[in-house]
């Protein structure tokens, strides 16, 4: 676990280390990490909510993701990458993190076909520290920060994503639980976590772009997949 106002120095140290792993590879990651299995994980805990949110991008399924996210959910980009631009002026809310994973598991955006290939890997057994944002109390609200390597292929295309990335959770007796979600059933739960915040803290580097996939592909942050990924793709 990297510490919270680590250096950049270290966390380019523990990245050089994963990028080393990925080396020559354009199409696995080979991170040690246990083996995961056939369903989603219950977020029982703050671990387990990333395990299942894991699960929901290698395997290109939708569904658990409607309940990893609150209704006030935020992503936050890494500072100065050019994707979060157009959100300076908006968050970037629980309805865009899902319309991207519809468009990146399933339909393709506006610019970019649907991938066909998801490799998603954190640390394996990370430890959910108290959160460290102003008023949270550390039994309702956790955080994790963690390694974050992925691989996204999509027809003609590839990208990677290396860098650190903090997510922070809340408990669900304390989470504001989505309308949609409550008609289904979803209430105050003490035994589930939810993830109410994401923040791209450090990445190798915020090159941009896309290359056929015969080529050693670009280093991108997951904040610019997310951003190719929004917008929904032409009607037919």
Request: charged share 20%.
């Amino acid at each position: 676990m990297l510490p919270r106002h680590a250096s950049r120095s270290a966390a380019g140290a523990i990245l050089g280390a994963l990028l080393a792993t990925l080396a020559g590879c354009t199409t696995q990651i080979v991170l040690p990490v246990a083996p995961q299995p056939d369903v989603p994980a219950v977020a029982a805990t703050p671990a387990a909510a990333l395990s299942r949110l894991s699960w929901s991008w290698k395997h290109r399924a939708l569904e658990p993701s409607f309940d990893l996210f609150t209704c006030d959910y935020e992503f936050v980009f890494a500072p100065g990458d050019p994707a979060g631009v157009r959100f300076q002026n908006r968050p970037w809310t629980r309805p865009d993190e899902l319309d991207f994973a519809r468009h990146l598991f399933e339909t393709g955006s506006a610019l970019l076909p649907a991938a066909s290939y998801v490799a998603l890997d954190m640390e394996e057994n990370p430890l959910a520290l108290p959160d460290d944002r102003p008023g949270k109390d550390p039994g309702w609200h956790r955080r994790i920060q963690t390694p974050f390597v992925a691989v996204v292929e999509a027809p003609g295309r590839q990208f990677r994503v290396l860098g650190f990335e903090t997510f922070y959770f809340v408990r669900g007796d304390s989470a504001c639980i989505p309308q949609e979600l409550r008609d289904r059933g979803y209430g105050p739960d003490s035994t589930r976590w939810w993830i109410d915040r994401w923040e791209e803290d450090y990445v190798v580097t915020a090159a941009g772009g896309a290359r056929p996939s015969r080529v050693q592909a670009p280093l991108v942050t997951i904040g610019a997949v997310k951003s190719a990924y929004l917008d929904s793709p032409p009607a037919p």
